[in-house]
């Protein structure tokens, strides 16, 4: 395969290191202050100095999580990793190979997780050792930073377990496919949109995602007509399919009588990426009606192989131009459109991508998903789940795990009612 065009997301968390001149100009005083210290309070005091004390709850919080959870999510994988092998001694593995192939997919994945739930374990507990003997001791910087750092690698880890339990959706553990494009609104819609692309790259940077930007058209004026990110991780499709729909900016400014309203725009769609067997899924021909270089109005990519395909009887299009030749763009576009129709038709019910109604199919742009407020108040508000968050520099940094737990947990509630 043609390698992409694409510019890389680091999907590796930073982690900021304590301040090197600040450490040496408190040393001294500070390491006195603790080993004169003997009681909790006093401890607790110095904590508080140094900036460690919410630190050292949060750690103890994490430990707590997953002395509550992770004993009981290990005896749950380890059931089912002994199932799977259970499995595979009784059966006749070359009977039937796609079976085959299914059930070591089981097992390599449950022991996946069972590895993984005790390198947890042990970290969790070396994060409680490490608060433990802070507490006794003068305060070692470099053990408190180590402590703290497992603590997130813990919680980041029990986060995606548990949303990973209620992902069930027939393609929820898939890669996902997610573009941005900006709205009518000219250059507001068009740095929305970049804003935009930044809180997703972001949010891949902070969880570990492999996720890159394979596809950015630029706007003239500033800003972006669309980007497509590829998020090459399980469960991406899942965690990343809510946010389908509009995304508005809103900024509000009055100047005493008048009131201005600045606002701007830009949908969001997901598709699944299949990780390892795409659908086996035939397309006529007769049923495709492909164009290049350009695609519909919307500028040519840099590559200069720019392809669109668009499904005559759906009226669906996508496009892909990260590619270095045109073949490798077309291969990639018609993956893209068989990734649309097979979740348009689950989405309306229907066994196969032939029985799909025209009519039926959803308009992103008439789909409300989330409004972020930039003044006089500055909030976010999901408009499916009606939560509310009043931090919106969090959000756009992004730190969108609350807005995706929230819809991941009202689809649930909403297939158990079906």
């Known amino acids: 395969m043609a390698k992409m065009a694409a510019e890389s997301v680091t999907v590796s968390v930073q982690r900021a290191p304590f301040s090197s001149k600040w450490q040496a100009s408190r040393r001294n005083k500070l390491h006195t202050q603790v080993r004169a210290s003997q009681s909790m309070d006093d401890k607790n005091k110095v904590f508080k100095e140094l900036g460690l004390f919410s630190l050292r709850k949060k750690i103890e919080g994490v430990v707590l999580q997953a002395d509550m959870l992770a004993p009981a999510a290990l005896e749950l994988e380890e059931a089912s990793r002994i199932r799977q092998e259970e499995m595979i001694r009784k059966y006749n593995l070359w009977d039937d190979v796609t079976k085959s192939n299914e059930i070591l997919g089981k097992l390599a994945d449950s022991s996946k997780v069972v ?22 001791d003068a305060i070692n910087h470099g053990l408190f930073e180590q402590a703290y750092n497992a603590s997130v690698d813990v ?46 790259t972001k949010w891949a ?12 058209y630029a706007s003239k004026n500033g800003g972006i007509k669309s980007a ?56 006529d021909d007769g049923d495709l009606r492909i164009s290049s270089p350009s695609c519909h109005g919307v500028e040519q990519g840099r590559t200069g192989h720019a392809v669109c395909i668009q499904h005559i009887p759906t009226g669906i299009s ?35 991508v032939g029985g799909i109604k025209r009519e039926a199919i959803a308009d992103m742009w008439k789909q409300e998903t989330r409004r972020y407020v930039f003044h006089p108040n500055k909030f976010v508000q999901d408009v499916k789940t009606d939560i509310q968050l009043p931090d919106l520099n969090s959000v756009l940094d992004g730190n969108i795990e609350p807005l995706i737990g929230a819809n991941i947990s009202m689809r649930q509630a909403s297939d158990m009612v079906m």
């Not at 570990?208 to 596809?215: N, S």
């Not at 993956?335 to 066994?351: D, F, H, W, Y």
């Open 205 to 216: 940077e902070k969880q570990g995602y492999k996720g890159r930007v394979v596809e950015k």
């Open 228 to 283: 497509t990110i590829e998020f090459e991780s399980e469960y991406g499709y899942g965690y990343l399919s809510g946010e389908r729909g509009v995304h508005h900016m809103i900024r509000s400014s009055d100047d005493e009588s008048i009131l201005h309203e600045q606002t701007g725009s830009a949908v969001v769609d997901v598709i699944p990426l299949f990780l390892e067997t795409a659908p086996d899924l035939q397309i």
């Open 318 to 352: 996508v496009q892909s131009s990260g590619e270095r030749s045109h073949f490798a763009n077309k291969m990639r576009a018609l993956n893209r459109l068989k990734a649309k129709l097979v979740v348009t038709a689950m989405e309306q019910g229907i066994p196969e």
């Open 115 to 136: 590895d993984t739930l005790k390198d947890l374990t042990y970290k969790a507990e070396e994060a409680k050792l490490i608060t433990q003997l802070v507490e006794m």
């Open 155 to 200: 919680s980041k880890f029990l986060y995606q377990y548990e949303m990973s339990k209620l992902l069930r959706g027939q393609f929820d553990m898939e890669g996902a496919c997610l573009t941005i494009k900006a709205g009518p609104r000219g250059i507001y819609s068009e740095i929305w949109a970049e804003q935009l692309l930044s809180m997703y």
